[in-house]
């Protein structure tokens, strides 16, 4: 049992280890677009975060995918409408205000207007709501998770003090995966 | 080992062992068949209990690699496997074919998965080498592909032979130990009746019925055989005691009867002798005075004498002859009593004799109406080597008693020397000859005929 207990231990730095990012490699899969390859992503995202049970009105309650703003990765989020996560189906919705974006389960800001953002952002911030998005320094202004590219490879980071703060729960796996993860302030 | 005696026919100190050894041996041997197919079976339970719940761990933290396609991420879950020696290689299948991740980095998995090893499950038949662990990666009801790993079963191996060894080194120990001590108890059984083996051999050769075994305190039955073998020998000392003093004085009456008999022979002996000196003396003595009176009558004849004398005197020859004759006959028979008989060896004119002897009684026969008629068969010697007297004394006398008892019809002698013409109970060989008297008188009664044996 010792040595389960030290596999068990090395299988965790393992994953901490992920977080220093290896050249990106497709193996033999026939390659994503790049906008394709982040809808994957968000899809994910989605399957990686639990939502409190008052996020949803009933079981079988559709998840709202909304995207902010008008561009390629928008477009591509589109094919995510109809996916299955978690026996919720994944509906796709555009949104232009921060009402609006009150009825979302997830939301990706698509356009650059920062601005905008922060103004979106602090309206459901105490909501859970899954924001994500693409532009620099998304998770430095409030947003939870933000996709980057490094070293040629798409990644990502994660806000989690925001991600606690709207009571979202983030996969340890999602975690382990991110290139950058900020800790709550409060610990 | 083809002369080998039969089990049941060898000493019973080595039957004992060998029944002690194959038993022991059987079950011990049964024990280890046991002990070591457990080991097998406890080894590769534990291999494979150790080797579902790392494949679990890899499984669950390798999903979330696969979502985001992160093949750097599954390889440093994949290097957790560094640390178990057992685990030669592990691959990630994606559903498409393709290969996300490999331990070692630079493992070559086309062959590894190419290899033919039994694959997931170890049964105790399952004897290999190496087996290869495949395990679907499942994350929320969707399959991602799969975990492979080439399992290297030489140490969990090198643990079982380890444990049979053990096992057989325990078990050949106890195995001697064992056989040491059945050895020693086995004694304990075998020597009283080993001992009686001795006794019985020992009597059986020197007839020593005095000897007894000695009874210590062991098995009952073999209480029983000793106590039952020595009342047995005090039973047969008894009888040959009894035996040998029935026997002094059956020896000592023999002895007395004998004695006694012999005397008793001795004195019949003497007497016979007696009689038959008396009897010889006696016609000796008589046939000299007969002798004076036959010839003195003789001479009286013939003297002038008138018919009344010549009448007495002739009476008197007669009368004397007979007695003389009567003499003779009793001289014979006093001399054949005495073993004195000499017979004379002379020559035999077999013919003349027989008519000689028909004719002396012919004139009674014909006085009786009987016919009588003598034989001499065709071959016959004209002249035998033997007693004369003799022979006509027997073939008179035969005739004489033969027209004596024949009322009528005839009465026949022949003599022959072929077997055919004999009577039925002779059979006669070369140089063998039949004097045959036959009459038609009613014969010899059974009982005489008896003595004439």
Known sequence: MHSRRRLLRSVLAAGSAALLGLPLAYGQQAPLSDQQLRAAFVLNFIRYTEWPER??????????????????????????????VKGRTIQVRTVNTADEARNCHALFFADADARRHVSILRAVQTLPVLTISDSDSFIDIGGMIGLLYLDSR????????????????????????????????AR | MSAQPDFASRPLKNQLRAIVAI????????????????????EQGSMMRQLDSIAEIIVSNSAAAIRFNDNAAANVVLAALGNRNEIRAAWITLQDGSVLATYPADADIKSLSLAEVPGNRLSILTVSRE????????????????????????DMWRHILEDALLGLLTTAIVFAFALRLANRLQRRISEPLLELANATRQI??????????????QAA??????????????????????LQLSRDVLEQQVDVRTGELRIAKEQAEAANRAKSQFLANMSHEIRTPMNGVIGMTDLLLETPLNREQRHFADTVRLSANSLLHLINEILDFSKIEAGKLVLEESPIHIGPLLEEVILGQAGRAQAKNVEI??????????????????????????????????????????????????????????????????????GIPAAAKEQLR
């Open chain 2, 373 to 442: 008629a003598g034989h001499v068969s065709a071959g016959m010697p004209e002249i035998l080597l033997g007693d004369p007297h003799r022979i006509r004394q027997m073939v008179g006398n035969l005739v004489n008693n033969a027209v004596k008892f024949t009322a009528e019809g005839e009465v026949t002698v022949y003599v022959t020397q072929r077997s055919e013409e004999a009577p039925a109970e002779l059979t006669l060989g070369a140089n063998e000859y039949a004097i045959v008297v036959c009459d038609s008188g009613p």
């Open chain 1, 154 to 185: 798409l990644q990502f980071e994660v806000n989690l003090a925001v991600v606690q703060h709207s009571q979202l729960k983030s996969s340890s796996q999602l975690l382990r995966l991110a290139r950058n993860v900020i800790e709550s302030k």
């Open chain 2, 221 to 242: 039955e073999t209480s029983t055989l000793i106590n039952g073998f020595n009342r047995m020998l005090e039973e047969i000392a008894a009888r040959d005691r009894e």
């Open chain 2, 131 to 154: 087996m290869r662990l495949n395990q679907p990666i499942v994350h929320e009801g969707e399959t991602l592909g799969s975990l492979n790993m080439t399992v290297d079963l030489r």
């Open chain 1, 55 to 84: 996020a949803f009105a009933a079981p079988d309650t559709p998840l709202m995918l909304c995207v902010l703003g008008n561009d390629p990765t928008g477009v591509a989020l589109g094919g995510l409408a109809g996916k299955t």
């Open chain 2, 204 to 217: 059986a050769e020197d007839g020593r019925y005095d000897l007894r075994v000695e009874a210590k305190p």
């Open chain 2, 23 to 42: 038993t022991t041996g059987f079950g011990l041997l049964l024990t280890m068949l046991y002990f070591a197919l457990s080991s097998v079976v406890r």
